[in-house]
């Protein structure tokens, strides 16, 4: 299983991005998946978690942070999940990671335990200008 992003940059506060993750090698519905951010000195952070089950009933985990503000979305034809992310603020900052797992948690544990995520993506930078 392969997890590539693309989509991150520099946006003033108030902007948005949206981040996308193609799964090659496998199905992205036969995963859990999540956006996973590291700020600068931090720990990381899920942002927006999902599994296999959630997503078909439209149903995703936010984090705290990341609620209303963000959305996940996927594109099964393309094996694609996107992070769109909106009224961004300098604390969002971050290198932002697509991840994904085999065995079922559920989106508010994978959230709650992001370093255990079998596959990782390279991540993507995201930096938010005040």
């Known amino acids: 299983v392969q997890l590539v992003e693309s989509g991150g940059g520099l946006v003033q506060t108030g902007g948005s991005l949206r981040l996308s993750c193609a799964m090659s090698?496998?199905?992205?519905?036969?995963?859990?998946i999540g956006w996973v951010r590291r700020r600068p000195g931090q720990e990381r952070e899920g942002v927006a978690c999902?599994?296999?089950?959630?997503?078909?009933?439209?149903?995703?985990y936010y984090a705290s942070s990341a609620e209303g503000r963000f959305t996940v979305s996927t594109d099964t034809a393309k094996n694609t999940v996107y992070l769109e992310m909106t009224d961004l603020r300098p604390e969002d900052t971050a290198y932002y990671y697509c991840?994904?797992?085999?065995?079922?948690?559920?989106?508010?544990?994978?959230?709650?335990?992001?370093?255990?995520?079998?596959?990782w993506g390279q991540g993507t930078q995201v930096t938010v200008s005040s």
């Open positions: 991840a994904a797992d085999g065995d079922y948690a559920g989106g508010y544990l994978r959230c709650s335990r992001p370093s255990e995520y079998d596959y």
């Open positions: 090698g496998s199905n992205l519905d036969r995963y859990d």
């Open positions: 999902f599994s296999r089950y959630d997503a078909a009933d439209g149903r995703t």
